[in-house]
């Protein structure tokens, strides 16, 4: 064996004992066909004369099979230990990763539910409203925030049930109020298609906008809104002319926004309605109507 030989030729030059590297070497069981796994750390020691000489090298193999299996049980437990361990990273990653993806829809559906119950109650305020001033008002000061939008305009029929007046918001701007205060009455934009033939339109996004109309890219080009929803407003059956809200940017419409939306286009039923516009946009009020409505 090279590794005996080379150890005790150290302890033979060196006169100092010298310890080989540890040594399997199975043993036999006892019952004359199997053997029995051994480790052993064997110890060679030079045996000194009264002159310092190496007279004698004694081999003296100890048996550390226990420590070694010892030593192997450990190391599988830290193994298993370190392999629940990375499982154990895994899975919290894993759950993590999971609440995160949860947590995005849900955090969306309570905006959802807290922008709807908003609505219901603009839904309430806008049923109550017995003029456009009055409409105009609510439309400005609750509207836009319930819907998250980012401009709007009420437009009335006038009294010869031709042409529609429009009274926007501050936030379309200058350009926008001039440009758009009158319209016909069956123009194709969505304020005259919903208060001509009560259809609601929506239109999500820029291309469903352009694609609508070509007339709708001079609104986007006017207002810099490009998301659009259009609604008729109504007393009782009577189309009284249209609510129209929109966004800057693309606002996709869930089914339960549109029908709720849709409900918003109810006015008050129980008095003649006021066609009176608001006086802080420039425009003069129309007498109310003395004969039966144009419409």
Do not use: K
Not at 53 to 63: A, F, G, N, S, W
Not at 232 to 260: N, Q
């Amino acid at each position: 064996m090279p590794n005996l030989r080379a150890s005790l030729l150290r302890a033979r030059d060196t006169g100092r004992s010298d310890t080989m590297a540890l040594q399997r070497y199975d043993t036999p069981d006892g019952t004359g066909g199997g053997f029995v796994r051994r480790y052993w750390s064997p110890m060679n020691v030079p045996i000194l004369d009264d002159d310092g000489r190496v007279v004698l090298l004694l081999h003296r193999p100890e048996d550390v099979t226990d420590f070694v299996q010892e030593r192997q049980r450990t190391w599988d437990e830290q193994a298993r230990g370190e392999t629940f361990r990375r499982r154990m990273e895994e899975a919290e990653a894993d759950l993590y990763a999971r609440a995160r993806e949860l947590r995005g829809p849900l955090e969306a559906q309570a905006v959802a539910n807290r922008r709807l119950a908003t609505l219901v109650d603009l839904a309430a305020d806008l049923a109550g409203c017995e003029s456009v001033a009055e409409l105009t008002e609510v439309v400005v000061d609750r509207g836009l925030g319930a819907l998250d939008a980012d401009g709007g305009a009420v437009a009335v029929r006038n009294d010869d049930g031709d042409l529609l007046r429009l009274t926007l918001t501050d936030s379309l701007g200058g350009v926008a109020r001039a440009r758009f205060a009158e319209l016909p009455l069956t123009g194709p934009l969505p304020s005259s298609v919903s208060a001509y033939a009560g259809h609601t339109v929506f239109l999500p996004d820029r291309a469903a906008a352009l694609d609508y109309t070509a007339e709708m890219a001079d609104v986007v080009a006017s207002t810099g809104l490009e998301a659009w929803a259009s609604l008729p407003l109504r007393v009782g059956e009577r189309l009284l002319g249209s609510l129209t809200v929109g966004w800057r940017a693309p606002h996709p419409f869930t089914p339960r926004e549109v029908e709720v939306l849709a409900s918003t286009s109810r006015c008050g039923t129980t008095r003649r309605w006021s066609t009176s516009r608001s006086a802080g946009t420039g425009t003069t009020r129309s007498p109310p109507p003395t004969g039966p409505p144009p419409w």
